[in-house]
């Protein structure tokens, strides 16, 4: 069974940037749609971005687009959140998340399979 772990999160001012990473081990992640997923303290995990297998198509939140951006570099096993103009709104857990189907990039929390155990993002100054 695949196994995830996110890096990359922390302290940073609003404005800034950001690059969270999602290593896969145990198991190739090259064949699969990964998605990113946010959860702050009292509120429902929310869709942040998705990117199919090979990285052809992407899918993100409108909340995020034109800052955000998804990306995967397969022979390293791993997916990148690349986050930019950050605002205090994207304070949050960041999960990663691999979804095993074939078919189009979800938004459904409940379509992905195995999760990460997130890495904490705060936007602050």
């Known amino acids: 069974q695949v196994q995830l772990v996110e890096s990359g999160g922390g302290l940073v001012q609003p404005g800034g940037s950001l690059r969270l990473s999602c290593t896969a081990s145990?198991?190739?992640?090259?064949?699969?749609?990964m998605g990113w997923f946010r959860q702050a303290p009292g509120k429902e995990r929310e869709f942040v971005a998705a990117?199919?297998?090979?990285?052809?198509?992407?899918h993100y939140a409108d909340s995020v687009k034109g800052r955000f951006t998804i990306s995967r570099d397969n022979a390293k096993n791993t997916v990148y959140l690349q986050m930019s103009s950050l605002k205090p709104e994207d304070t949050a857990v960041y999960y990663c998340?691999?979804?095993?189907?074939?078919?189009?990039?979800?938004?459904?929390?409940?379509?992905?399979?195995?999760w990460g155990q997130g890495t904490q993002v705060t936007v602050s100054s």
């Open positions: 990117i199919n297998w090979n990285g052809g198509d992407t």
């Open positions: 998340a691999v979804d095993y189907a074939l078919g189009y990039l979800s938004e459904r929390a409940r379509q992905y399979d195995v």
């Open positions: 145990g198991r190739s992640i090259s064949s699969n749609a």
